[in-house]
């Protein structure tokens, strides 16, 4: 079943409402265009990406997308969306720098635009910085030249950053179709979805993040969690250390895509 967001976590309601308020006064008519359509995010589970992946297996498409990582392998993929974010940010980096985990960050363009050096932070300290649309929108709902739009806007500003450019990204949501994920494709980036989803941007309780997470978590899995909720921070040593004792690894989404071939 899909989950509306209704953000509890002040957090991610302040990062979105920063989104928002900057959005419409420096985008003007171009956002005025599609925002009211677009500004809710529908999550889809991880049951139905499968789902979805098995339909384009039976219909002969092909993507380039990342749905999980080695199956064979102990080892998971620490991802956060919704980035950066003034107040997380730096605390998420202290976290893996002290356990001694790289993971990959899914930043929004607008808000990497007012904290490149939170990007920057995120880039030297040997994460994967990947494209989660300049405006945080649901792609499935805008016209097709404003997903390009939105893609290539996160790619500049990041390259504007960082010298270099992105590999992967991330439709909000998860929300893709065949000219989401075909206009990603067309500027070089891969899709990476995810197999675990603690729903943490709800802010659901710190117990109850990490025990979905570790309920679920298997052998190359993606787990989706966000930059911008207190609780994911106040949780995430004692789910990382918990998987280290489990003997899991820890990958970026680059380190996965080469284990599996990609």
Same mark, same amino acid.
């Given at each position: 079943?899909?989950?509306?967001?209704?953000?509890?976590?002040?957090?991610?309601?302040?990062?979105?409402?920063?989104?928002?308020?900057?959005?419409?006064?420096?985008?003007?008519?171009?956002?005025?265009?599609?925002?009211?359509?677009?500004?809710?995010?529908?999550?889809?589970?991880?049951?139905?990406?499968?789902?979805?992946?098995?339909?384009?297996?039976?219909?002969?498409?092909?993507?380039?997308?990342?749905?999980?990582?080695?199956?064979?392998?102990?080892?998971?993929?620490?991802?956060?969306?919704?980035?950066?974010?003034?107040?997380?940010?730096?605390?998420?980096?202290?976290?893996?720098?002290?356990?001694?985990?790289?993971?990959?960050?899914?930043?929004?363009?607008?808000?990497?635009?007012?904290?490149?050096?939170?990007?920057?932070?995120?880039?030297?300290?040997?994460?994967?910085?990947?494209?989660?649309?300049? @405006?945080?929108?649901?792609? %499935?709902?805008?016209?097709? +030249?404003?997903? =390009?739009?939105?893609?290539?806007?996160? #790619?500049?500003? $990041?390259?504007?950053?960082?010298?270099?450019?992105?590999?992967?990204?991330?439709?909000?949501?998860?929300?893709?179709?065949?000219?989401?994920?075909?206009?990603?494709? @067309?500027?070089?980036?891969? %899709?990476?979805?995810?197999? +675990?989803?603690? =729903?943490?941007?709800?802010?659901?309780? #710190?117990?109850? $993040?990490?025990?979905?997470?570790?309920?679920?978590?298997?052998?190359?899995?993606?787990?989706?969690?966000?930059?911008?909720?207190?609780?994911?921070?106040?949780?995430?040593?004692?789910?990382?250390? %918990?998987?280290?004792?489990?003997?899991?690894?820890?990958?970026?989404?680059?380190?996965?895509?080469?284990?599996?071939?990609?």
């Amino acid at each position: 079943m899909r989950k509306i967001i209704m953000v509890s976590s002040l957090g991610v309601l302040a990062a979105l409402g920063l989104l928002l308020g900057c959005q419409r006064a420096s985008s003007g008519g171009r956002a005025d265009r599609f925002w009211a359509r677009a500004l809710q995010e529908v999550y889809k589970t991880p049951e139905e990406l499968q789902a979805q992946h098995q339909r384009e297996i039976r219909k002969g498409l092909v993507f380039a997308k990342l749905m999980h990582g080695d199956p064979h392998t102990r080892a998971v993929a620490l991802t956060f969306d919704d980035g950066p974010h003034p107040q997380y940010t730096t605390k998420l980096l202290s976290i893996l720098q002290k356990y001694h985990v790289k993971a990959t960050f899914f930043v929004v363009g607008k808000m990497a635009q007012q904290y490149p050096d939170l990007v920057k932070a995120e880039h030297a300290a040997g994460h994967v910085v990947g494209n989660h649309t300049y @405006d945080h929108v649901n792609l %499935t709902r805008v016209p097709l +030249d404003e997903v =390009s739009t939105e893609w290539r806007k996160c #790619d500049d500003t $990041i390259k504007s950053i960082l010298g270099t450019q992105m590999r992967f990204c991330r439709p909000p949501g998860g929300d893709y179709d065949a000219a989401v994920i075909t206009a990603a494709q @067309d500027l070089g980036l891969t %899709t990476v979805l995810w197999t +675990d989803d603690p =729903s943490d941007y709800a802010s659901p309780g #710190d117990t109850v $993040i990490e025990q979905r997470v570790l309920d679920r978590i298997g052998n190359g899995g993606i787990i989706l969690i966000h930059d911008g909720v207190q609780q994911t921070v106040d949780v995430l040593p004692q789910i990382i250390s %918990t998987l280290q004792k489990k003997g899991f690894r820890f990958q970026t989404v680059e380190d996965m895509e080469k284990a599996v071939g990609g």
